[in-house]
Nanobody, 115 residues
Framework: QVQLVESGGDLVQPGGSLRLSCAAS????????MGWYRQAPGQQRELVAS???????NYADSVKGRFTIYKDNSASTLWLRMNNLIPEDTAVYYC?????????WGQGTQVTVSS
């Protein structure tokens, strides 16, 4: 059973930065695609950023230029670097991995942007 464990969420002031990490229980090289999603209270879960097997990335318009997704296959870890955070970024952030036509999710990590 694949396990994804997120960490790095915190309370941060507007304009601040955070780095989220997602540790996988197996080599992430095996995943066709991995990504970060977020869900704010009363909102649907939305894609923030994704990275495919070959390293091609995709970002939601709302985070382009501020967030960077990257992975370390040797460490089986997915990262999300978040800069210039704004209150609208407040949400639970989830790690996602897609492999063999199945979706795997982490438990989520809370990011709160507030002064």
């Amino acid at each position: 059973q694949v396990q994804l464990v997120e960490s790095g969420g915190d309370l941060v002031q507007p304009g601040g930065s955070l780095r989220l990490s997602c540790a996988a229980s197996e080599n992430i090289f095996n995943f066709n695609q991995m990504g970060w999603y977020r869900q704010a209270p009363g909102q649907q879960r939305e894609l923030v950023a994704s990275i495919d097997y070959g390293g091609i990335t995709n970002y939601a318009d709302s985070v382009k230029g501020r967030f960077t997704i990257y992975k370390d296959n040797s460490a089986s870890t997915l990262w999300l670097r978040m800069n210039n955070l704004i209150p609208e970024d407040t949400a639970v952030y989830y790690c996602n991995g897609q492999k063999s036509r199945r979706n795997y999710w982490g438990q989520g990590t809370q990011v709160t942007v507030s002064s």
